[in-house]
């Protein structure tokens, strides 16, 4: 199996870019509907496509999956910093 080029790494931050604005969509319609649950004082459930529940559980899932994406992309491009062609 062949290393990784510097061009295999940026493409695969290019995809985790992609995950990132996913899990940031979450935690945007989670917020909208707990807004909304405070608003209207009635129970919502929501789902973004994948997991359905309250919006508390939505953002929580979104933030975290968002910090650990986030953390992986610095090590990606620390280690894109070092790589010597």
């Not at 695969?12 to 909304?36: K, P, Q, R």
């Not at 953002?59 to 992986?72: C, D, P, Q, R, W």
Request: proline fraction near 2%; hydrophobic fraction near 55%; include cysteine.
């Amino acid at each position: 199996m062949k290393p990784m080029t510097k061009g295999d790494w940026i493409a695969t931050i290019l995809g985790m870019v992609i995950i990132e604005m996913i899990f940031l969509w979450e935690i945007d319609i989670s917020v909208s509907a707990m807004v909304l649950q405070a608003t209207l004082g009635q129970e919502i459930i929501v789902s973004n496509g994948w997991i359905i529940g309250s919006p508390s559980f939505t953002y929580h899932v979104g933030l975290y999956g968002t910090i650990i994406n986030l953390f992986l992309m610095v090590c990606i491009g620390i280690h894109l910093l070092r790589i010597k062609e």
